[in-house]
């Protein structure tokens, strides 16, 4: 479900993430590429290709978790970030804390060398589309 998700979002596709599933959730990977410095004098990963790592991989664990005919939309999206990211290779996973009929609350931490040395985390809240939901 996760591989299939991302190759269908265009931006996905374009970060070059891919995903599998493991006992934890889904696990989704960054590659580096040069193209997601944001600061070439440190060299550093850009903010906003960090911020949508962690949020696509809080939609797809939401949309394996809770399979609907819309993804899940964002309500609101708090990105922290920790450290620099260098220039590697990146991974993130998400945690649903909680779920209703119409929310999920969200966590996620995206990490490079060291899964307990997270560069980033991310507290969101999703819309939980169906059927009988605007």
Known sequence: MSADLL?????????????????QGVRVAMPFDDRLIGNPVLPA???????ALLEMTAIVQVASTYPRLRLPKP???????????????THALARISRAGRRV?????????????????SLTAHFLLQGEDLP
Request: no cysteine; charged share 20%; hydrophobic share 40%.
């Open 45 to 51: 990963l850009h903010g906003g290709a960090i911020a």
């Open 104 to 120: 999920a609350h969200v966590t996620a931490e995206a990490w490079q060398a060291d899964g307990a040395d997270p560069i980033a």
């Open 7 to 23: 190759s269908r979002l265009p931006y996905a596709v374009f970060l070059g993430l891919t995903g599998e599933e493991t006992d």
């Open 75 to 89: 309500i609101n999206v708090t990105v922290s970030y920790l450290r620099t990211g260098r220039p590697r290779d």
